[in-house]
């Protein structure tokens, strides 16, 4: 690969995560003190958006962008269309258009994290060994774009929030998305997959990869990873009006510690795998999840902050040891034939079904632990998570048996 597309490449993942990360990790805090109807059944629907996108992005990926239209192309377009809704987030001033906007801002979002692969994976000889040093840009975008709000707009501190000045970073999303948009088109073309077979639905959503729930250990670990979610529903939907509400300065730029971490603790898969196999490795993701809600239910934003800290810290472990140990393990085990077909099935279990189920038990639960003059009992909101979590990981270890724990390493790797 030249040095030309490789800083196009990387150029496209950090637009394509600074957009993200520049609008959906203060969502909560936007919408606790922008709109006054919104509720936790309101805000677990919105927050379901990404749900209900990553539920329909496999028919748009592969009855469309698979079939008719280059890749950088439709990116380009979807992104364009982004950065007019974008604006429209940005004047809403009424939560009903607002849910609109963002279910359909997720629904033309959601498929472009596939598209940027595709066109990155297009230009690469040796994938394995190319694809992590593009991919850490979009980790650095979002990372970026949290510190650009914390410590250069500083639009979440408690006189900006009141303000309204929150509502700026869906402007600064839609910039990004714009520039993103236009720029799609520069980049190495990315023909789609021609083919004369006859598309099957249960292709696109990976349903002939159901056949591997056969084996007990795998449907083990496909219910887990359902579960699993519910408690990351709780920090996608919670964390930054806990933070800001805790008195956490500059709250944006202090999450963006997890995705620093998460980058970090990629690294170490490898070698935990190695030395401890897939369980351990995964069952210390499912620990951390308890750990840092319990580190969340019991510091604070004074003198105990650096609970606080930590817990956001440990969003690598969490993620990584979880969520990219079961993409690796899911790759062992599914075997040539249904590679992609298992990889689209766990995905479509985790941030479709298992994210949407999260999302409106996290609204309910905050919902109901709302006192009587309107402030959340977050002691509560973050120790049920925990137990969730812990629960989950009792029944991961005690039903999943890892046969071979160095043949499962090595295959995974």
């Given amino acids: ?105 997720m629904i033309l979002y959601m498929p472009t994290l596939a598209l940027v692969n595709s066109v990155a994976f297009n230009q690469m000889k040796d994938p394995e060994k190319e694809f992590a040093n593009i991919r850490v840009w979009g980790t650095i975008g979002w990372v970026i774009a949290g510190l650009a709000i914390s410590f250069v707009f500083h639009w979440d501190t408690a006189e900006a929030i009141s303000q309204g000045f929150l509502k700026n970073t869906f402007l600064l999303a839609g910039i990004a998305a ?56 709780f920090y996608y939907q919670n964390a930054h009006p806990f933070l800001t509400e805790s008195g956490v300065e500059n709250p944006t730029g202090k999450m963006a510690i997890g995705q620093i971490s998460e980058a970090l603790f990629l690294l170490l898969i490898p070698v935990f795998f190695t030395r401890f196999g897939f369980k351990k490795t995964i069952l210390i993701g499912m620990l951390a999840w308890a750990i840092r809600y319990v580190l969340f239910a019991y510091g604070n934003g004074n003198d105990l902050s650096f609970m606080l800290i930590i817990g ?45 189920i999260g999302f409106a038990v996290a609204g309910w639960i905050t919902d109901n632990y709302k006192m009587a003059d309107g402030a959340v009992n977050w002691q509560m909101v973050w120790i049920i998570p925990a137990g969730i ?25």
Avoid at 199 to 218: E, P, Q, T, V
Avoid at 391 to 412: C, R
Wanted: charged share 15%; proline share 3%; with cysteine.
């Fill in 178 to 233: 714009l520039i993103l948009g236009i720029f799609s088109f520069s980049l190495p073309k990315t023909p789609p997959k021609v083919s004369e077979e006859k598309i099957k639905i249960g292709d696109i959503i990976g349903l002939d990869a159901l056949k591997l729930l056969k084996d007990k250990n795998f449907a083990i670990f496909f219910i887990s990873s359902i579960l699993i979610c519910i408690p990351l529903a």
């Fill in 1 to 105: 690969m030249n040095s030309t597309i490789r800083i196009k490449l990387s150029i496209m993942m950090f637009l394509e995560f600074f957009i993200w990360g520049a609008w959906f990790v203060t969502l909560g805090t936007f919408l606790k003190f922008n709109f006054s109807d919104a509720e936790g059944p309101v805000v677990a629907a919105i927050f379901s958006t990404q749900s209900w996108g990553a539920i329909i992005a496999p028919f748009i990926i592969g009855l469309i962008a698979d079939r008719y239209f280059n890749a950088e192309k439709i990116l380009g377009i979807l992104h364009l269309a982004g950065a007019f809704l974008m604006y429209q987030m940005y004047q809403s001033e009424e939560v009903g258009m607002f849910y609109t906007y963002v279910l359909s801002y």
């Fill in 389 to 413: 979590a812990f629960a989950v990981f009792l029944l991961f270890a005690l039903l999943f048996n890892e046969k071979n724990k160095g043949e499962e390493s090595t295959s995974a790797i």
């Fill in 312 to 356: 956001i810290a440990l969003h690598g472990i969490c993620y990584d040891f979880f969520f990219v140990s079961g993409q690796i393990y899911t790759n062992s085990k599914a075997g040539e034939k249904y590679k992609s077909a298992a990889q689209g099935l766990i995905t479509l279990a985790t941030y479709g079904v298992g994210m949407l």
